[in-house]
C-alpha cells in the first residue's frame, strides 16, 4: 500500500477543510476566553468568597474536572430529551459543544487562576492598603497583573489542549477537522492521508497561536525589560519637567490635636496576647523610634496603625479624629480616608514588580485623582524620585534596583500622597549593610523637614540621631519612654537604665 501523496496535498486546497479550520478556532477561541473569565470568578470565590460561595465553587470545580469532556458533551447536546425548551440552542451542536467545552474548561481554569492569585505575595495586597486602595482597587491594579502574569504559561498550554479537544464535538456531528476527514475517509478509504492532513491542520493551528501568545508573552514579561539608567543631559532634561510636592508641614499651635494618639491597643494571635494595653501619643512634627527585643510586638504596633492588623480592644485617633476603633463594624470610607494621611514603608519594600519605579510612585496618586491632572501627577512623582536620588532609574523596574534603592522608591511611593504621618517599619532590616546608609540619609532628610515619623528599628545610633522619643517596648507593653537627651544625660530611673541597656549607651557617656 503506498501513501498518496497527490491526494495528501489536494486537502489544502479543500473549502470544507478550511471551514472546519475556522469552527475548531472559533469553538476554542470563545471556550478559552469564557473559561479565563469565569474561572478567574470561580477562583476568586473560592478564595475570598463568603462560606457558601467557597463550597459552591469547591463542588463545581470537583464535579467538572471530573466528568470527561465526551460524556458532558453528548450529555449536553442530549439534554432536550428531558427539556424540550432547550432543544431550539442546545439543538445546534456548536453551541452544545461550546457549552460543555466551557464548563470543563472554567473548572480547569479555576485552579490555574487560584495557583496565580496564591502566588502574588501578601506584602503586595499590604502596600495597596496602605496607599488606601480600596478590594476592587487591590485586585485591578496589584493582584489580577500579577497573577495574570504567573499563569500565563498554563493558560496558554490550556489554550491548545482546548484546540485539540475540539475533536471530541465530531461525536455530536459538528463538522469540526476530524469530522470532516472522518466523513471523506469513508468514502474514499483513503485514512492515512486524510488523517494526515487533519493532524497537519491541526499543528498548523497551534503554531499560529503559539506565535502570538509567545508575543503576548514578550510584552508582559517585566523581566525582560531593561531600561537603562539616564545619561546626564537626559537626566537634566526630565529634572526640568519635575514639580515640587507641597509635603505636608505639621501645624503645630498650642492645643492642637496629637498627630496619632493610639488608646488602649490589645492584640491577640490566638492564646498570645501581642499587645497589652498600649497608650501612645505622638505629637505633629515628632519623630518616635520603637525599639525592643525580638517578638515584642513592635511591627503588629505599627501595622494597627494604618489598620493592617485588626484591634481587639482600643482606639486609634489621628488629629483628634476617630480613626479605627476595635469592635465596631468597620467604616471602610473612613478609614480608607484616615489610610490616605498615613504613608507606610516596609521592611521588604513591597515595591509592585509589573510597574515601573515611576508608575510606582504615581499609582496612588492616579487612584486617587490627587493631583487632579496626570501631567502634574508625573511631574510631581519625579520630583519625588529626584528627592530619593534616583531620577535617573525612572524607567527602571523594581528588580533592575538594588534593595536600598528599592526602599528608597518605596519612600518616594509613601510620600506621593503627601501623608501627614509617615510609619517605617525595619526600613534597614532586608539591606545589606553598605546600603543602609543611603536609606537612613532620606529617612533623616524628612525628618530634619518636620514629618511627623514612627519607626520601627535596630538602628540605635540612628534612633538616638533623629528621634525626639525613643521608646522601647517589651512582651507587648511599653517599657520606656524617653528623649534621646535624657538616655544621654545622668539621670537614673530603672526605665532609663533599661532603655540604654537595651541600646547599648555606654555608662562612661552618661554622666
Ligand atoms: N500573623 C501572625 N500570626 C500569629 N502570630 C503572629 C503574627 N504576627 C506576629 N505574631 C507574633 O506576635 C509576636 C510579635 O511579633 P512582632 O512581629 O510584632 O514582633 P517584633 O517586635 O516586631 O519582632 P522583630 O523585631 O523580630 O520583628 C511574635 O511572637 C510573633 O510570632
Keep these: 500500500m503506498t501513501f498518496n501523496w497527490a491526494y495528501f496535498f489536494s486537502l489544502f486546497s479543500m473549502n470544507a477543510f478550511w471551514q472546519a479550520c475556522v469552527t475548531v478556532v472559533e469553538l476554542s477561541v470563545l471556550s478559552w476566553l469564557a473559561g479565563l473569565v469565569l474561572g478567574f470568578l470561580m477562583a476568586s470565590a473560592r478564595l475570598s468568597g463568603p462560606g457558601w460561595l467557597k463550597s459552591i465553587s469547591q463542588v463545581y470545580i470537583w464535579l467538572f474536572r471530573s ?3 465526551l460524556v458532558l458533551v453528548v450529555f449536553v447536546y442530549n439534554l432536550p430529551q428531558l427539556f424540550p425548551g432547550t432543544g431550539a440552542i442546545l439543538g445546534n451542536a456548536f453551541v452544545a459543544g461550546l457549552i460543555a467545552t466551557v464548563l470543563v474548561e472554567t473548572a480547569y481554569m479555576a485552579e490555574i487562576h487560584r495557583g496565580g492569585l496564591l502566588s502574588v505575595a501578601k506584602g503586595q495586597h499590604e502596600a495597596g492598603h496602605a496607599l488606601g486602595f480600596g478590594y476592587v482597587g487591590i485586585q485591578r491594579m496589584v493582584v489580577i497583573p500579577q497573577a495574570l502574569r504567573i499563569a500565563l504559561p498554563s493558560l496558554i498550554n490550556e489554550f491548545i489542549t482546548i484546540v485539540k479537544q475540539t475533536s471530541l464535538v465530531s461525536v455530536i456531528s459538528l463538522p469540526e477537522l476530524l469530522m470532516t476527514g472522518q466523513r471523506l475517509y469513508a468514502e474514499n478509504f ?15 493551528i497551534v503554531s499560529v497561536f503559539s506565535l502570538l501568545f509567545q508575543l503576548v508573552e514578550r510584552r508582559v514579561n517585566v523581566q525582560a525589560k531593561t531600561p537603562q539608567t539616564l545619561a546626564d543631559e537626559q537626566l537634566a532634561a526630565l529634572r526640568e519637567q519635575a514639580q515640587p510636592l507641597a509635603l505636608r508641614q505639621p501645624a503645630i499651635q498650642h492645643g492642637s490635636p496629637d498627630a496619632l494618639l493610639m488608646k488602649d ?23 518616635v523610634s520603637v525599639i525592643g527585643p525580638s517578638g515584642s510586638g513592635k511591627t503588629t504596633l505599627i501595622r494597627t496603625i494604618n489598620g493592617l492588623e485588626s484591634l481587639d480592644k482600643g482606639e486609634v485617633v489621628l ?3 476617630g480613626f479605627i476603633q476595635a469592635g465596631n463594624a468597620r467604616n471602610r470610607k473612613a478609614e480608607q480616608q484616615g489610610i490616605r494621611r498615613i504613608g507606610m514603608v516596609f521592611q521588604g519594600f513591597n515595591l509592585f514588580p509589573h510597574y515601573t519605579i515611576l508608575q510606582n510612585v504615581m499609582l496612588a496618586q492616579r487612584y486617587h485623582h490627587q493631583p487632579e491632572k496626570e501631567t502634574v501627577r508625573r511631574a510631581q512623582a519625579l520630583w519625588l524620585l529626584d528627592k530619593v536620588g534616583l531620577l535617573a532609574h525612572v524607567d527602571k523596574y523594581p528588580h533592575q534596583l538594588s534593595g536600598g534603592q528599592q526602599q528608597r522608591v518605596a519612600i518616594a511611593r509613601a510620600l506621593a500622597l503627601s501623608p501627614d504621618i509617615m510609619l517605617f517599619d525595619e526600613p534597614t532590616s532586608a539591606l545589606d549593610p553598605e546600603r543602609v546608609g543611603e536609606v537612613l540619609k532620606v529617612i533623616s532628610e524628612l525628618a530634619r523637614e518636620g514629618m511627623t515619623m514612627v519607626i520601627v528599628t535596630h538602628e540605635m545610633d540612628f534612633a538616638l ?20 537627651a535624657h538616655i544621654r544625660c545622668g539621670e537614673h530611673s530603672p526605665a532609663l537604665q533599661r532603655i ?10 552618661v554622666a
Design 500 to 509: 540604654r541597656q537595651f541600646m547599648g549607651v555606654n555608662a562612661a557617656e
Design 190 to 204: 483513503l485514512v492515512m492521508e486524510t488523517l494526515a492532513a487533519v493532524a497537519v491542520y491541526y499543528v498548523l
Design 67 to 69: 466528568v470527561p469532556l
Design 265 to 287: 491597643i490589645h492584640k491577640a494571635w490566638g492564646q498570645h496576647e501581642v499587645l497589652k494595653g498600649v497608650e501612645l501619643r505622638v505629637a505633629p512634627g515628632e519623630v
Design 319 to 321: 488629629f483628634g479624629e
Design 465 to 484: 540621631a533623629i528621634s525626639d522619643r525613643v521608646i522601647l517596648m517589651n512582651q507587648g507593653n511599653i517599657q520606656a519612654d524617653a528623649t534621646p
